[in-house]
T-cell receptor, first 112, second 112 residues
Framework: DGGITQSPKYLFRKEGQNVTLSCEQN?????MYWYRQDPGQGLRLIYY???????QKGDIAEGYSVSREKKESFPLTVTSAQKNPTAFYLC???????????FGSGTRLTVV | QKEVEQDPGPLSVPEGAIVSLNCTYS??????FMWYRQYSRKGPELLMY????GNKEDGRFTAQVDKSSKYISLFIRDSQPSDSATYLC????????????FGTGTRLTVIP
């Protein structure tokens, strides 16, 4: 089955630690996205990538980094510079010809 | 002013009721309109999409777009407990556009 796989489902981070969230898709979609979801704030765009080896900052990129070395993969690193990282992180992908996203099942990150 | 406004609810209805979910938007250039359904601790899934103004029906769901009022609606007939979820509206300028603009989501509970 085609889809987007995010891992892990739950992640705990200590203060000052970097963590990486995985996102893999087998839909052959060109574009991939990372969103953060907080209660009452909806989805906020962190980073997006339209092609391999290229990515753009979204609305809240500070404290995050990404890479796009393969079409199928778009990992997100939450760095220690992100002061409030506790949130639900969603990865999505889109085919160039379409306008809707396909979302992964999300990763819940908690700072301990 | 946010690009897309959506009443966060929560909204509770008895089973069998007709549910009306709504969003307003400020950018008259939006052409494609979507509704996503998100179950708790899951990623959003595309429920319905429409292009420009008009209605679209799919089973118990009807999506309505009024571009003159910058107002979109999702109606759910004969609501079921399995419809309990958060519903997010989303919109974009064109098929090749990079970003979707999301509402904050309305949390719906259908009581048996």
């Amino acid at each position: 089955d085609g889809g987007i796989t995010q891992s892990p489902k739950y992640l705990f981070r200590k203060e000052g630690q970097n963590v990486t969230l995985s996102c893999e898709q087998n839909l052959n979609h060109d574009a991939m996205y990372w969103y953060r979801q907080d209660p009452g704030q909806g989805l906020r765009l962190i980073y997006y990538s339209q092609i391999v080896n290229d990515f753009q900052k979204g609305d809240i990129a500070e404290g995050y980094s990404v890479s796009r070395e393969k079409k199928e993969s778009f990992p997100l690193t939450v760095t220690s510079a992100q002061k409030n990282p506790t949130a639900f992180y969603l990865c999505a992908s889109k085919d160039r010809a379409n306008y809707g996203y396909t979302f992964g099942s999300g990763t819940r990150l908690t700072v301990v | 002013q946010k690009e897309v406004e959506q009443d966060p609810g929560p909204l509770s209805v008895p089973e069998g009721a007709i549910v009306s979910l709504n969003c307003t938007y400020s950018n008259s250039a939006f052409q494609y309109f979507m509704w996503y359904r998100q179950y708790s601790r899951k990623g959003p899934e595309l429920l319905m999409y429409t292009y420009s103004s008009g209605n679209k029906e799919d089973g118990r769901f009807t999506a309505q777009v009024d571009k003159s009022s910058k107002y979109i609606s999702l109606f759910i007939r004969d609501s079921q407990p399995s419809d309990s979820a958060t519903y997010l509206c989303a919109m974009t300028l064109r098929t090749g556009a990079n970003n979707l603009f999301f509402g904050t989501g309305t949390r719906l509970t259908v009581i048996p």
